[in-house]
């Protein structure tokens, strides 16, 4: 059975960090692309971040809204994808899901950004 | 950035019917290695979307024959034939052959 289980979300204040990790299992990791989708309280879906495989040099896109202040990483060794997360704004708020592009997609972690 | 527009934003069907969602693209979706990564979602209530259809036409492990996805470079439908009352949610296109990564607004499906 596959399973994509995100954790590390919360309430932050603006300005602050926050780091989501994503836990995987049930299918080939290593030879996944991953994408950190969030989805706003408006419902609309959004794509934040990709990381690709090994065979791809690991490469990595960004959002505009979020380059500069995110970054996704992966550790193929624990079959699990990060996000790391700085700088949060308001408008950063939202369901984050973990997703093996395009194929299997997480729960969702709620990332609440608030003073 | 690639625009995706889903029509209706909503419908209305019976049990046992069929519908349509259209989804169409700023873009051709079309890659150069040649393959169109468009796909379709659905998200039930209070649930997560799931995978229905890739590259087009593709039906993902699991998924009902009931679910059927076609088009060509710009202009995509999704089609649902003998709609369960377990269809009801809202459906999602999005694409994934130019970055970044963009979804339609979504269509809401509702049962009479």
């Known amino acids: 059975e596959v399973q994509l289980v995100e954790t590390g979300g919360g309430l932050v204040q603006p300005g602050k960090s926050l780091k989501l990790t994503c836990a995987t299992s049930?299918?080939?990791?290593?030879?996944?692309?991953m994408d950190w989708v969030r989805q706003s309280p408006e419902k609309q879906l959004e794509w934040v971040a990709q990381?690709?495989?090994?065979?791809?040099?690991?490469?990595?896109y960004y959002a505009e809204s979020v380059k500069g202040r995110f970054t996704i990483s992966r550790d193929d060794s624990k079959s699990s994808v990060y996000l790391q997360m700085n700088s949060l704004k308001e408008e950063d708020t939202a369901i984050y899901y973990c997703?093996?592009?395009?194929?299997?997609w997480g729960q969702g972690v709620m990332v609440t950004v608030s003073s | 950035d690639v625009v995706m527009t889903q029509t209706p934003v909503s419908l209305s069907v019976s049990l046992g019917g069929q519908v349509s969602i259209s989804c169409r693209s700023s873009?051709?979706?079309?890659?150069?290695?040649?393959?169109?990564?468009l796909s379709w979602y659905l998200q039930k209530p209070g649930q997560s979307p799931q995978l229905l259809i890739y590259?087009?036409?593709n039906r993902f492990s699991g998924i009902s024959d009931r679910f059927s996805g076609s088009g060509s470079g710009t202009d995509f439908t999704l089609k649902i034939s003998r709609v369960e009352p377990d269809d009801l949610g809202v459906y999602y296109c999005?694409?994934?052959?130019?970055?970044?990564?963009?979804f339609g607004s979504g269509t809401k499906l509702e049962i009479k």
């Open positions: 997703r093996g592009s395009p194929h299997y």
């Open positions: 049930g299918f080939t990791f290593s030879n996944a692309w």
């Open positions: 990381i690709k495989d090994k065979s791809n040099n690991y490469a990595t």
């Open positions: 873009q051709s979706l079309v890659h150069n290695n040649g393959n169109t990564y």
């Open positions: 590259k087009v036409s």
């Open positions: 999005g694409q994934g052959t130019q970055y970044p990564l963009t």
